[in-house]
């Protein structure tokens, strides 16, 4: 029988604060590396200073090192992390921060090795459990709206008080107040800030638009 990966508690279970930086996390879908800088810089004129790039297309990387080179001043994520091969991708390419949809001890192994901040999905009560036991207590809740939602994590609160969360899918601006006015979430994930149409169309001031009316979210 194979051993599991050892997986090392963290010498800090803190996220570097990103939890309490802003209300909502945009979570961006990217086809075009061309599009990277500009999406950037409507996100900070809009006042939101961080982005989480998902590694869900073949330009993900090369937007995620774009946007390293050009607006350094972006607090800058890579979302999607599912191998460990992509911690070690995002970390090259210039990731500040690490997100995962959901953890396994190798995963989360990987994600440590890298040095960089990250926030390991968990959905059950039972992955919950057991990122606490790895040291960790800010968490991603991943896919939100489908696994219980704000009701979910309301109810989590009393049983497990000591872990924050990150509540990402399916959330809108309709719904985000509902996530952030619980004590135990910190800000939620939200990919309604650049919408697709607008990324394609190249409406900046959409988006700026968008992430401007997210800074007012938090209760």
């Given at each position: 029988m194979t051993e599991p990966t050892p997986v090392s508690t963290p010498a800090t279970?803190?996220?570097?604060?990103?939890?309490?930086r802003v209300p909502v996390v945009p979570v961006v879908v990217l086809?075009?590396?061309e599009q990277a800088v500009p999406v950037a810089r409507a996100l900070l004129a809009?006042?939101?200073?961080?982005?989480?790039?998902?590694?869900r297309t073949p330009a993900a990387l090369a937007c995620v090192e774009r946007i390293a080179a050009e607006v350094p001043e972006i607090l800058l994520g890579v979302g999607t992390v599912v191998t460990p091969a992509n911690a070690k991708d995002a970390l090259s390419a210039g990731a500040q921060f690490l997100?995962?949809?959901?953890t396994t001890e190798t995963l989360a192994a990987a994600m440590q090795e890298t040095g960089l901040p990250h926030l390991p999905g968990a959905a059950t009560v039972s992955e919950v459990l057991r990122l606490l036991e790895l040291g960790y207590e800010e968490l991603k809740f991943f896919p939100a709206e489908q696994a219980g939602g704000a009701p979910f994590l309301k109810s989590l609160g009393a049983p497990v008080p000591q872990a924050r969360f990150c509540p990402t899918g399916g959330i809108t601006a309709a719904t985000a107040a509902s996530y952030l006015s619980l004590p135990n979430v910190g800000c939620v994930g939200g990919s309604w800030i650049t919408p697709a149409d607008a990324v394609a169309t190249g409406d900046w001031a959409r988006i700026t638009e968008l992430a401007a009316e997210t800074t007012y979210l938090r209760p």
């Open positions: 279970t803190g996220f570097g604060g990103l939890l309490d086809h075009d590396v809009g006042g939101v200073p961080v982005i989480e790039l998902t590694l997100v995962s949809p959901g």
